[in-house]
């Protein structure tokens, strides 16, 4: 089991109150390795006193070719070998028993 973080480098690029904008790297290994530079809107949305919830939706998706090489190059969004165009994702938080579910 490959236990390597997928998200090898992240950063806020920008943050406006519940809205962020984000640069995420990631690293996925399986039968091929394909690193690839995203970026993301994310919005997070108090429910009440104990819940939130966020949706996160891509606005670039690039192949990075050569990762980590002296010539490693990021592929314009949308050419490449189409292992990801877009990704959205939708998470629901609850703070209970000391943690965050």
């Given at each position: 089991?490959?236990?390597?973080?997928?998200?090898m480098?992240?950063?806020?690029?920008a943050?406006t109150?519940?809205?962020?904008?984000?640069?995420?790297?990631?690293?996925?290994?399986?039968?091929v390795?394909?690193?690839?530079d995203?970026?993301?809107e994310?919005?997070?949305?108090?429910?009440?006193a104990?819940r939130?919830?966020?949706?996160?939706?891509?606005?670039?998706?690039?192949?990075?070719?050569?990762?980590?090489?002296?010539?490693e190059?990021?592929?314009?969004?949308g050419?490449?070998?189409?292992?990801?165009?877009?990704?959205?994702?939708?998470?629901?938080?609850e703070?209970r028993?000391?943690?965050?579910?």
């Amino acid at each position: 089991m490959n236990t390597a973080p997928e998200v090898m480098d992240s950063r806020i690029l920008a943050h406006t109150g519940n809205d962020f904008r984000v640069y995420l790297r990631l690293l996925k290994k399986k039968l091929v390795t394909v690193v690839l530079d995203t970026e993301h809107e994310v919005h997070y949305e108090r429910v009440d006193a104990t819940r939130w919830r966020s949706r996160s939706r891509s606005t670039k998706i690039a192949e990075v070719k050569d990762a980590g090489k002296p010539n490693e190059r990021e592929l314009p969004p949308g050419t490449g070998d189409g292992y990801l165009w877009r990704l959205y994702s939708y998470w629901r938080y609850e703070e209970r028993d000391g943690g965050t579910w």
